[in-house]
């Protein structure tokens, strides 16, 4: 028991009834250590805290143990202003300016209600940045669904493409890049991950924190609502009072143009220095914000729930603290400065009340009407939730699925037969043109976006002056993850860390999102265990620390897990954007070379899943080693101005890597491939890459690849209005194995996804 103050009030509000900490999602250890730390019976308030607090989303409880390796094996580097445990990493990329990004989950809540789900999880995430100190910039999304084809996935896909863009567009943000795929395992269960940018000087960077007894806490956004009421942890309220109120939605409803407001609103206040601590109401609202912002500062707060603006008077206590109304931000404020903090947020039309003050009791004290409904010592809702080193097995089908190889696999040999393949790959849901979806974002909105989708990464300008900029990519392959979940996270951060490079930047910090099933399983969590250990192992040997990010358990249907799926994020700098390379290829003679070693390497590969709907093997090799070596060569050839291409090999290989460079450019190629046709076109091998060299400067990047160690071969030049390949014959013999028309690659690569999505 932690010593507070008097109980016998508080405990007589509370008479011995059954409490329903079960449907609050807390089991029974669970919940008689908050009856231990109180000493006491907790009230229905005090439970609503620790249900949502305590929840796998908030607290981390299962996955806590395993993601201590970001922090233990984290690279030593002055340029991380800002780690894990604040709302999203700082790093410094120079001139005195800083980035703030982070990627989380909205995945269940898109699956209930596509349009809304998909779109408070994109509001959700800029108040994360917000919440920094900084301006966001640029949003990111990586989504999958089931398959295209079915019935589900027509109803959520339009749904959360229409809410990530409708929202992002409406605040005035570009979205610059991500991923979509399909796949059955993520029928009924699609992953809708979001990512936002921002950036700030130094000097501005915002904490969550409550320091200073007396300080004011004031709510300020949107009203509180029944919407989204145990959202992230907890599906209905109903359990409170059965009597008087129905089960309110489990999907938050955003209001874009509220958050506009508010991101104006946040700036001016932190230019006029008048907050001391902020924090986001996201999952848990009231409950976290409160709780996390007492822990982290003096450790005492007092609320009185009275003054909390609300949309409906009926909602009871448990429900104001545990509602996920969008659009709400916490600030502390010294005294002498709330009057000005309501006068801006009065003429940005931003309502807020002072709702609390900050004690150094060391208590968090809670009244409504009158009487004391809350009183805990916060750090223990906020930081000392119950932690579970869960059971860890490998899946039982693991070896089997290991030991299928793609290699029993009937291969395309001839020339038609190779044809034929390149056009499957090329419309396939996976890797066609994405258009459909990024049409209905704005990209280029502020000016700032340099790159952005379908390019390998997202550029953004960050000072006009110096020319200074960013890249952002965010990858993940839930099939290489279900071969090896060791490799597949390595492979992930491989791709987001190579599609960096190729912009010509230099990559510098991670974020993730780690999707998984049901920690509950020992088959997840030992997936989920080897992929943390995987990632962490790969960011301290790149030198690239993770900032911080966000896990989504329980992502299954029944009892089938999805594939563990971890998203990358990767943030790389340009020194200067102008210098940027794109993947077009556009310059008719250029010399097209590939870099980097292609090995025999189908395992979990997208021509296996297309053509067989297979998944077995391994997954390709990971070799940090030559990823580094690869991205050094792209960074220099970058600036020194030896490319005037450069494309990733990844999905699909070399075959659709040349598909992408010919259509973004116009441009065709003829190549001639090195070794079996078939393994040089479809091979997923890693730290490989397309260039297209500047006419005279072949020999300066020979040289460049020969000092980095990076294998270069001369394949082809640029040119013409089709694809033109020349490889030896299944006899041996040299001659064109196939040629596909510029207008025939197009027709095949843009018009499945509107197929399926209208």
């Known amino acids: ?273 008048l907050v001391v601590g902020i924090q986001d109401l996201g999952a848990a609202g009231v409950s976290c914000a409160t709780t996390e912002l007492a822990a982290a500062g003096t450790g005492g707060m007092h609320v009185d729930l009275d003054t909390v603006p609300l949309r409906d008077a009926t909602l009871l206590p448990e429900e104001i603290l545990m509602s996920e109304s969008q659009e709400r931000m916490m600030a502390v404020v010294e005294p002498g400065k709330v009057d000005r903090f309501l006068e801006i947020c009065a003429r940005w039309e931003i309502p807020a009340t002072v709702i609390g003050t900050v004690t150094d009791t060391r208590r968090l004290v809670m009244t409504w009407r009158g009487e004391t409904i809350v009183d805990i010592p916060p750090v223990t809702a906020a930081d000392e939730g119950p932690v579970y080193n869960r059971p860890l097995a490998p899946p039982h089908d693991l070896g089997a699925l290991q030991s299928d190889t793609p290699g029993r696999l009937t291969r395309p040999s001839t020339g038609d037969e190779l044809r034929r393949t390149v056009l499957w790959l090329a419309g396939s849901p996976n890797l066609a043109s994405k258009t459909w979806v990024t049409s209905q974002y704005d990209r280029y909105v502020l000016g700032n976006t340099v790159m952005a989708m379908p390019e390998n990464a997202g550029v953004v300008r960050v000072d006009d002056e110096s020319g200074l900029g960013i890249a952002l990519s965010l990858d993940g392959n839930g099939r290489y993850t279900r071969l090896d979940p060791y490799a597949g996270a390595q ?114 590969s997208e021509w296996a899943h297309v053509v067989y709907g297979h998944l077995g093997g391994l997954p390709p090799l990971v070799d940090l080693k030559a990823e580094a070596a690869l991205a050094s060569v792209l960074v220099n050839a970058a600036r020194d101005g030896l490319v005037t291409a450069v494309h990733d090999l990844s999905d699909g290989g070399l075959s659709q890597t040349l598909v992408e460079s010919c259509l973004r450019g116009g441009l065709g190629a003829r190549i001639t491939l090195p070794g079996d046709p078939f393994v040089t076109l479809f091979s997923e091998s890693v730290a490989r890459a397309m260039v297209a060299v500047m006419p ?12 980095a160690g990076v294998p270069v071969t001369q394949i082809g030049v640029a040119g013409g209005d089709a694809l033109n390949v020349t490889g030896r014959t299944p006899e041996g013999d040299q001659q064109e194995l196939f040629s596909i028309p510029l207008h025939e690659l197009r027709e095949s690569h843009e018009r499945t996804l509107p197929t399926y999505a209208d």
């Open 491 to 604: 492979l992930a951060l491989s791709e987001s860390y190579r599609n960096v490079a190729a912009t010509g930047a230099r990559p510098m910090a991670v974020t993730n999102c780690l999707n998984f099933g049901s920690p509950e399983d020992p088959g997840v969590m030992w997936q989920f265990a080897r992929a943390v250990e995987g990632l962490a192992d790969a960011c301290q040997y790149l030198g690239i620390p993770v900032t911080g990010g966000n896990v989504s358990f329980y992502n299954q249907t029944g009892e089938t897990p999805i594939n563990p799926t971890p998203v990358i994020g990767v943030l790389g700098v340009h020194d200067d954007v102008r210098r940027r390379v794109n993947m077009s290829l556009t310059t008719d003679g250029a010399t097209i070379a590939l870099l980097g070693e292609t090995r025999e390497e189908f395992g979990g």
């Open 1 to 273: 028991m932690y010593p507070g103050t008097d109980t016998v009030a508080i405990a007589a509000a509370s008479p011995e009834r059954p409490q329903p900490f079960a449907e609050l999602g807390m089991n029974e250890d669970e919940y008689q250590r908050v009856r231990n730390i109180l000493g006491r019976r907790p009230t229905s308030a005090e439970l609503a805290i620790y249900s949502v607090m305590w929840s796998e989303h908030c607290s981390y409880k299962s996955s806590k143990v395993h993601l201590r390796q970001f922090g233990d094996k984290a690279p030593k580097t002055d340029k991380l202003l800002v780690g894990m445990g604040e709302n999203a990493g700082v790093v410094d990329i120079g001139h005195g300016w800083a980035v703030t990004f982070k990627v989380e989950s909205h995945n269940h809540p898109s699956y209930v209600e596509p349009h809304q789900g998909a779109a408070t999880g994109v509001g959700g995430i800029v108040r994360d940045i917000i919440s920094m100190g900084a301006r966001p910039v640029a949003v990111m999304d990586s989504l999958r669904f089931g398959p295209a084809d079915a019935p589900d996935t027509q109803r959520v896909l339009p749904g959360v493409v229409a809410g990530v863009g409708g929202y992002g567009n409406s605040l005035g943000l570009p979205n610059i890049g991500g991923e979509t795929a399909f796949d059955a395992c993520y029928a009924q269960n699609p992953l809708v991950n979001a990512l936002c940018v921002g950036v700030m000087k130094h000097g501005d960077i915002k904490r969550a924190v409550a320091p200073g007894p007396g300080n004011r806490v004031i709510l300020f956004g949107a009203p509180t609502g029944p919407d989204g009421i145990g959202g992230a942890s907890v599906l209905a309220s109903a359990t409170f009072d059965e009597e008087s109120h129905q089960k309110r939605p489990s999907v938050q409803v955003g209001d874009p143009f509220m958050e506009k407001l508010l991101i104006e609103c946040c700036l001016e206040l932190f230019g006029e220095d």
């Open 696 to 707: 005279g400067a072949e020999a300066r990047l020979a040289a460049l690849c020969e000092s």
